[in-house]
């Protein structure tokens, strides 16, 4: 599975959710398929996107957020994965995109290319709904899933190490906090 | 022993007044680490319905929760120890400074005058160094009547100047030994 037809799989269902990536290809290949207002990317801070997620879930509980994390980022952040359990944010899906390494540093391979198991240490932090997929039918289904759950859930996406040839896009790192920001006003001015 | 069993001299009214400066100022959400100066600060707003305790594993953790909270539309604070704001110096600088997020960490200062626990006499030695090197502005905290205007003061540049700021919990306010 490549990561790319992975979010690919779940556009879609992007449209009514919040969103926070990580840095690098996630949030590139995220941009090609499509940027929307309600996507942010953190294009640096290693680690925090799921914190990122954590914060927005806790203050707006009436939203869906999704973050879209990695392995190299998950591992900078393992203290973060038993917050994300104690407080257990029903309206958040922490997916996982674990190619085994740090591809866009020269794709040196991270722990979990040595055995280490993202999916087994988000259960033992206390993460009640985990689940690890190979394919993208599993994925779409296991992202379905976590959706009609309602409740905390991390996928674990085992994807291949291949992702875009560049990181840098057209979208400033200023221009999307902010619209991001009033994305997220505006829904609060409409209800 | 339990916590409550242990006598630690830290005030409790300059805590109570701190975290009613926190509430006057809206903050709805607090990230917490727990270090003896904070045991009173962390308490109230366990006991707070209306606040939302995050207790962390690690302070840096803060820096992505206020950020997420503050692009949601709610007011956060940090409370942390020293050693604390120097292990999130990252987050700070790679997400707060980066995207221009308003921050209000209150930490305490560790390690001046009169510490007794020699585990905590570097830190106190770099801090303000440390906030200097990274542009933050800051003041102390250090008497119970400059609290309620310093903190809200604070809250203010950290919106009209979208930056991170802190407070220096010092040991006139916090210790009464």
């Known amino acids: 599975m490549r990561r790319v037809d992975a979010m690919q799989a779940v556009y879609p269902d992007l449209e009514r ?7 690098g290809a996630v949030a590139a290949e995220l941009q090609s398929i499509g940027h929307r207002p309600n996507f942010f990317y953190l294009q640096h801070a290693m680690g925090l996107a799921s914190s990122m997620g954590l914060g ?4 707006r509980p009436e939203l869906q957020v999704v973050v879209f994390d990695g392995d190299g980022s998950v591992l900078m952040n393992l203290g973060g994965l038993t917050t994300l359990a104690r407080y257990r944010p029903r309206n958040l899906i922490h997916v996982v995109f ?18 280490s ?7 033992g932090a206390g993460i009640q709904r985990t689940v690890t997929v190979r394919t993208l039918d599993e994925f779409r289904a296991s992202f379905a899933e976590a959706l009609a759950a309602n409740d905390l859930t991390t996928i674990v996406a085992k994807v291949e190490a291949v992702g875009p040839s560049g990181y840098v896009t057209d979208l400033s790192l200023l221009e999307n906090r ?5 994305y997220m006003k505006n829904l609060h001015n409409k209800e | 022993m339990t916590l409550s069993q242990i006598r630690m001299p830290v005030s409790v009214s300059s805590s109570k007044l701190i975290y009613d400066c926190l509430k006057a100022a809206g903050v709805r959400i607090v990230s917490a680490l727990p270090e003896t100066w904070l045991v009173h600060l962390i308490r109230m707003a366990e006991d707070d319905a209306e606040m939302t305790l995050v207790r962390l594993a ?3 953790e803060g820096v992505g929760i206020s950020a997420g909270a503050h692009l949601a539309g709610v007011k956060s604070a940090m409370l942390m120890q020293n050693h604390g704001f120097l292990a999130s110096v990252n987050g700070i600088v790679s997400c ?5 997020i308003p921050l209000l960490m209150l930490i305490s200062h560790r390690g001046e005058f009169g510490e007794r626990d020699p585990w905590q006499t570097e830190g106190g030695g770099v801090t303000e160094h440390v906030l200097h090197a990274l542009r933050i502005p800051y003041d102390r905290l250090d008497s119970e009547e400059h609290v309620g205007r310093r903190i809200a003061k604070a809250q203010t540049l950290a919106y009209s100047a979208s930056k991170p700021v802190a407070l220096l919990l010092c040991r006139d306010l916090m210790w009464e030994e």
């Open chain 2, 58 to 60: 690690k302070e840096e």
């Open chain 1, 17 to 23: 959710c919040v969103v926070v990536t990580i840095m």
């Open chain 1, 178 to 182: 902010y619209q991001f920001q009033r």
């Open chain 1, 98 to 115: 674990d190619n085994e390494s740090l591809l866009s540093v020269g794709g040196f391979p991270t722990a979990t290319a040595t055995g």
């Open chain 1, 56 to 59: 927005v879930a806790l203050s």
């Open chain 1, 117 to 123: 198991d993202l999916t087994a240490i988000a259960a």
């Open chain 2, 96 to 100: 707060a400074q980066l995207y221009r």
